[in-house]
């Protein structure tokens, strides 16, 4: 591996001063699973690289339960995410995601602010993030900004982060009452394997439990960065959720989605599985709604 | 550039000289001789250089050396006692078979401690779900899961003879594991 000195700042502030001083001989680096990688390659060589691991409150990962907003800081890692109870009883999308990044070995390293930057279109923690309406807080030479995650991404490797910008946190809205969301990686295998597609739905339905009032159906894979399926959502908002409308999403998703050929699977086979996938999916968040409805309704 | 870390490997407090771009793998293995930590891939996709860190399984051929400053590190040498008996997890290996060439091994043996440690009651998917970062090309998967359910169950016990381990919440897991453990009696 070439040789780089290390620079370990204590705050995000200091980190984008260290930058501004290096400019494009130093890179920010977050769990290091693929910066160290690339650099091992040589597919880039950095002179400094900025630890921000060791940045503290970073990896701050809560509820606020006054105004229901949920904040992950970027240093979270993927096994924070699966680990944590909160995340898997209120946010599935987010665990059914995170769950099956890499290996635990990689969970335990690669951080959720590393795979949204990291910008690849099969990236699993930014499906999750789009469909719950996230929005990323970025600090920078200029200040602070916020951007919808959805907004984040150019092409693939690239956001919208100019030199010296480093994501801080994510912020989700307090979620709607009634709300199911689920994720699927489907591809041949899960670990260490990236998804031939990647699918997220997001339901919000009224107090009938079946009309739709709020509908996020998210792509990986299916086009140069993650992307939405709008067509698809505006087609379920304001109508009753069947298996039928599921399945005429899953295919107006899967004729918006720009997917394509490639050496983990052809596109035929993408535009198929979102077909089938956005059903299920669909199908799995109407369970979420019901079960946590019969539960309220016991309790009272 | 050079510096100066501190930390805990295996129990002992160490202190020791480094470069800023090494990796654990390589502080481990070409700078301490500790080589039991195997490269296989070098770029975390196989699994046979996992070590424990602070109670957490990682690929040390894709962590920093310098960020094991003041944290705890356990390898494949910090395992079997000075005596020279084995943990019941490397016991259980020989055992079962859970060994062929023994490339993977001690990486598999690392992630399925940081597992037991956590959960000694992890049924066969939890262990499935844990060892999934860790390739054995010989392809001995079975004997290898056989092996670290065994061991869990040994382990459990273990902590069974010195407290009240009856009380686990994890209830089922528990149900699983009486099960088994009945098939095993009758």
């Known amino acids: 591996m070439k040789p780089f000195t290390l620079l370990t700042p204590a705050t995000v502030e200091e980190a984008v001063a260290m930058f501004g001083q290096h400019k494009e001989t130093a890179r920010y680096m977050a769990g290091g699973t693929d910066v160290i990688v690339k650099v091992k390659e040589g597919w880039m060589g950095p002179d400094y690289l900025i630890n921000l691991k060791q940045i503290p409150g970073l990896d701050e990962l809560h509820k606020n339960e006054n105004t229901g907003e949920l904040t992950i800081g970027s240093l979270v890692t993927h096994a924070m995410l699966e680990q944590s109870l909160l995340i898997r009883n209120e946010y599935p999308i987010i665990y059914d995601a995170v769950s099956n990044i890499g290996s635990l070995q990689v969970r335990n390293m690669g951080t959720i602010g590393g795979n949204l930057i990291n910008a690849v279109p099969s990236a699993d923690g930014a499906i999750p993030l789009i469909a719950l309406d996230g929005t990323a807080l970025l600090a920078g030479p200029a200040g602070e900004r916020s951007v919808p995650v959805k907004d984040l991404f150019v092409k693939p490797y690239e956001t919208v982060l100019t030199p010296g910008e480093i994501l801080r946190k994510i912020t989700i809205p307090a979620q709607a009452k009634r709300t199911g969301s689920a994720y699927i990686k489907f591809g041949r295998r899960a670990a260490m394997e990236l998804p031939l597609i990647g699918i997220g739905v997001l339901l919000v339905v009224d107090e009938d439990l079946v009309t739709c009032t709020r509908a996020r159906i998210c792509l990986g894979v299916a086009g140069p960065t993650p992307r939405r399926a709008q067509k698809a959502e505006d087609l379920l908002e304001g109508k009753p959720v069947t298996a039928t409308l599921l399945t005429e999403a899953g295919t107006l998703a899967a004729e918006e989605s720009q997917v394509r050929d490639s050496v983990r699977g052809q596109a035929w086979h993408r535009k198929e599985m979102i077909r089938v996938q956005v059903r299920r999916m669909g199908i799995k968040c109407l369970d979420i709604i019901n079960q946590k409805a019969q539960q309220t309704g016991r309790q009272v | ?186």
Not at chain 2, 14 to 32: F, G, K, N, V
Not at chain 2, 82 to 93: D, K, R, W
């Open chain 2, 1 to 186: 550039m050079t510096k100066t870390i501190s930390f805990i490997l295996n129990g002992d407090e160490i202190s020791c000289d480094i470069q800023d771009h090494w990796t654990l793998l390589h502080l481990l293995r070409e700078e301490l001789g500790l080589i039991g930590t195997k490269e296989g891939c070098g770029n975390g996709e196989c699994g046979a250089c996992t070590v424990i860190v602070d109670q957490l399984a990682i690929n040390s051929c894709l962590f920093l050396a310098a960020d094991v400053q003041g944290k705890q590190i356990q390898t494949i040498e910090g395992l079997a006692v000075h005596t020279g008996s084995l943990h019941p997890i490397q016991q259980s290996f020989v055992d079962n078979g859970g060994i062929q060439c023994g490339f993977c091994t001690p990486g598999m043996i690392m992630s399925a401690k940081a597992l037991l440690d956590k959960n000694a009651r992890a049924d066969k998917e939890a262990i499935k779900h844990a060892l999934a970062g860790n390739i054995c090309r010989c392809t001995g998967y079975v004997q290898i899961l056989d092996s670290v359910e065994a061991a869990g169950r040994q382990m459990a016990g273990n902590q069974g003879k010195g407290a009240a381990a009856a009380k686990d919440p994890g209830t089922i897991t528990q149900q699983s594991m009486n099960k088994k453990a009945g098939e095993v009696i009758t």
